[in-house]
């Protein structure tokens, strides 16, 4: 550990002797007694502190309600919100702030520089995914944040990376969906490129994910070492590596890829069809002659698996809107979740397209797994926490302290973790450096 004695919290070092371990050891949560101070908004960056707040990491979240006022910094409500005016009513920070403190924190201030500097003193992580000059303008980097604390770990997530002719670009995940050839390979080829997602598919996928696989990495150089890491992450980077293999094909072939909507290279059928209802559909993907075969049996069509207009990929492939239109004739007289048991109880991958109110409230799997947990929130009432994919099958379990309400942690922290005096807090709140 590195973060010096002031009212650390409980905990074991991450060390590899006790990877793996069992007993106790091994229910404890990994990152407990691991201290991180968070400069991040939106999903990219608060994503990996998640990670380490819901097992175990007292995770401090460094927010200022002018950065938010202009910015919405991931609590603004959205629009279609009946209150519009509260910061704890945002979506991005009441989905990724689960297990958190707040600290607000006017970095403009010198002594809220000063209080940013003190808490870096006796952390473990930093996480940045601010845009590369906020954090050098306050004297936060690397460089100057080592001479405090040889131990500390850095992980920075500027979009560009740090260095490069775009260094200082501004962007969103939209904005990287489009340097990186998601949107140039998503939609139909009389269209226009579309976005891939509805979601902020970068900051909710790669980024978060190799900055977290970066940060355990680095945590066990420093178990190994004693030494901190500087870990800098290209979001756009990032974003490039989940381009499946638009770039092998390239390189192969010389051709850009087409934009082929829901329809795929490499398998016949594949597609999206209407089911019985209103906006009812059924996801059906089909690789192999066996498959062909399974799905013509179960729509009880049998003789087209011998059609030779349908007798391989490259046929199937040529004929996909008729294959198209003799499936629509029998999913649409069907509910989809019919459609999806019938197909995979004979060897086809289908899968209902289900909306955010079947995944809360009907998906069978989720609700057996344990994945939502709902929890009270003293201004929006409730709100359902979500788990990971992943499990310790014989160790911890994720935690569900509800998100922090702006600043709800300012006494804790100055006054607990800090060790400040009564007086002391009371003049930064004096002085407009907390709020």
């Known amino acids: 550990m590195t973060g010096g004695d002031l009212n650390r919290p409980e905990g074991r070092p991450f060390a590899p002797d006790q990877v793996g371990g069992q007993g106790e050891v091994s229910r404890q949560p990994p990152f407990r007694g691991i201290r991180v101070l968070e400069f991040a908004v939106n999903a990219a960056g608060p994503l990996v502190g998640k990670l380490l707040a819901d097992f175990g990491a007292e995770v401090i979240t460094v927010e200022n309600r002018e950065h938010i006022r202009l910015h919405g910094g991931g609590r603004q409500p959205s629009a279609r919100s009946a209150n519009l005016t509260s910061m704890n009513l945002g979506g991005f920070a009441n989905k990724y702030n689960f297990n958190k403190l707040s600290i607000a924190l006017n970095m403009k201030h010198p002594s809220g520089l000063a209080t940013a500097r003190k808490l870096a003193s006796i952390s473990d992580i930093i996480i940045d995914s601010f845009r590369p000059d906020v954090l050098e303008k306050w004297g936060l980097t690397y460089k100057e944040l080592v001479k405090l604390n040889p131990g500390i770990i850095m992980v920075r997530m500027p979009t560009m990376g740090d260095g490069g002719p775009y260094k200082y670009f501004r962007s969103t995940s939209w904005v990287l969906m489009g340097l990186s050839g998601l949107n140039a390979a998503s939609g139909t080829p ?99 002659e066996e498959e062909w075969a399974a799905l013509c ?109 702006l600043g709800e942690h300012n006494d804790y922290v100055l006054g607990k973790i800090l060790g400040m005096p009564e007086e002391e807090i009371n003049q930064l709140i004096i002085d407009g450096v907390i709020d």
């Not at 004929?319 to 198209?324: G, M, R």
Request: with cysteine; net charge negative; glycine share 8%.
């Open 297 to 405: 049996r179960v729509m009880e069509k049998s003789q087209l698996a011998a059609d030779e207009r349908f007798g391989n990929l490259a046929q199937r492939q040529k004929n996909a809107a008729e294959i198209d239109r003799i499936i629509e004739a029998w999913t649409e007289m069907r509910p989809p979740v019919e459609v999806m048991e019938s197909l995979q109880n004979a060897g086809v991958a289908a899968g209902m397209v289900q909306d955010v109110e079947d995944l809360l409230l009907h998906d069978p799997h989720l609700r057996a797994r344990g994945h939502w947990v709902s929890v009270p929130h003293p201004e929006a009432g409730k709100l359902v926490g979500e788990g990971w994919g992943f499990r310790f099958v014989d160790g911890p379990r994720p935690k569900f302290e509800r998100p922090p309400l």
């Open 190 to 288: 009389d269209r226009m490129p579309v976005c891939p997602s509805a979601t902020s598919l970068p900051d909710v996928h790669c980024n978060p994910f190799q900055a977290s696989i970066a940060l355990v990495g680095a945590l066990y150089h420093r178990a190994m070492t004693g030494k901190g890491q500087f870990v800098e992450l290209s979001q756009f980077e990032s974003t490039v590596s989940i381009t499946e293999t638009t770039v092998f094909g390239y390189l192969a072939n010389g051709a850009l890829p087409e934009r082929m909507g829901n329809r795929l290279e490499y398998a016949a059928p594949h597609g999206v069809y209407r089911c019985l209802g209103s906006d009812q559909w059924c996801a059906i993907a089909v690789f192999t």
